[in-house]
């Protein structure tokens, strides 16, 4: 996996799996300072010019830098992420049908603040794990566990196999999002901008709420959603972000 710009590739440099450093030349501080991080854990360091960054960047804004990342040690599986939460209630991000890289590094990086258990998505049909996910999640990518499923609705009967509440997010739910009890193993399914969660998924759901609009516009960004959510659950429970190492 790739990732580029200095944020992203500073949050890649705090995990054990960067496996090479690539730096625009020059004597920028910053850089030199990701250098010296990459070069203590034995990562190596090359120098690259700008066309040669742009390349591995896939024209991506790069800011000078360039890390490719080895993948996770192990695939994780929905019981590993139900029973990630020491002995709390389980929180969850499912994933149907999120196909734009940016929605989904933005939802990456809100799943991290809020200290999510783990996102669910399927391994086809869904953005990559690319590096325009990785920057617009800020480097999140790094630190989120990730499961990769082939089909949402039976991972969604898997998480009722693990006592997980399934709660899917649909704007013409009469119930609030609100107006349920959210201190109890809880997996939010996102679906995608426009059309939504498909019909097998919004079927298999515990539970369908919808977010009050009161303006002039009829929807959410997905991410903005997930947001809303997924703090009203750390309200509910009455504790801050879980903390991840």
Known sequence: MI????????????TDRVTSLWLAPGHNPRLQQLADIAKKKGVPVRSRDVDAL????????HQGVVAELREAARELSIEDVAQRAD????LIVVLDG????????AILRTADAAGVDGVI???RHAAPLSGATAKASAGAV???PIVDVVNIARAIEDLKQQNVWTVGLAGDAPKRYDEIDLTVPTAFVVGAEGTGLRRLVRESCDWLVSIPMLGHVDSLNVSVATGIVLFEALRQRGAAPKKRN
Do not use: F
Request: glycine content about 14%; cysteine-free; charged content about 20%.
């Open 3 to 14: 990732v580029y710009g200095i944020n992203p590739v500073a949050e890649a440099l705090k």
């Open 54 to 61: 742009n390349r591995l960047a896939e024209g991506g804004v």
């Open 87 to 90: 002995g709390s209630a389980p």
């Open 98 to 105: 999120i196909e734009d890289p940016h929605n989904l590094g």
């Open 121 to 123: 998505r399927q391994s």
């Open 142 to 144: 790094a630190h989120v």
